[in-house]
């Protein structure tokens, strides 16, 4: 009986390396991608024209100029605001658990790209307001934010396949 629970558990801890591999295998390739791909000013500049919209329901002099937003300072709309990295990381998670699906992807991106949205309006808003300061919303509200929602997604994706596994084996 140890000897089955033992071999249990190497399994699980061969599988757990073999996704570490794919996961640090793909950031290097995710890393690359983002060193020959400099720019994002298009994707940049939608966010903010994005973010000003929703701003001026909440702070009547906000204007933009390019990837500038002016809400009492300026603030600008820089590539991480982009989402790039938890798009990133939730590619690299799902393809290296092989968890990944087109339609998965897609609900993701679109998921991530809200949750930017919110992300600099709230960032703007709290700091423009008073409420709450630009780095502490940004260095810690929402970058653990962020993480948590990307988390969150894989994570009830991967139940979610389980699940439906499980419904294709007994039904």
């Known amino acids: 009986m140890d000897f089955e629970v033992e071999t249990e558990r190497q399994e699980k ?9 794919r996961l640090v295998a793909l950031g290097v390739v995710f890393r690359a991608i983002i060193f020959l791909v400099p720019t994002m000013i298009p994707l940049q ?41 938890s798009i990133a990381a939730l590619t690299g998670i799902s393809i290296a658990s092989k968890t990944w699906t087109k339609s998965f992807w897609i609900k993701g991106v679109l998921l991530i ?3 930017n949205l919110l992300r600099i309006v709230t960032i703007i808003y ?11 919303v940004h260095g810690f509200l929402w970058r653990w934010g962020l993480t948590a929602v ?17 419904l294709v084996k007994t039904g």
């Open 13 to 21: 801890l061969l599988a757990a390396s073999k996704f570490l591999f």
């Open 45 to 85: 500049k939608a966010f903010a024209a994005a973010s000003t919209f929703l701003l001026e329901f909440l702070i009547p002099e906000v204007s933009r100029s390019g990837i500038d937003i002016m809400a009492g300072e300026w603030f600008r709309v820089t590539r991480d605001c982009t989402g790039w990295k």
């Open 126 to 136: 709290l700091d423009y307001s008073g409420i709450a300061s630009f780095d502490l």
């Open 113 to 115: 790209a809200g949750a």
């Open 150 to 166: 990307v988390l969150g997604y894989w994570i009830y994706h991967v139940k979610d396949l389980d699940v439906r596994k499980k």
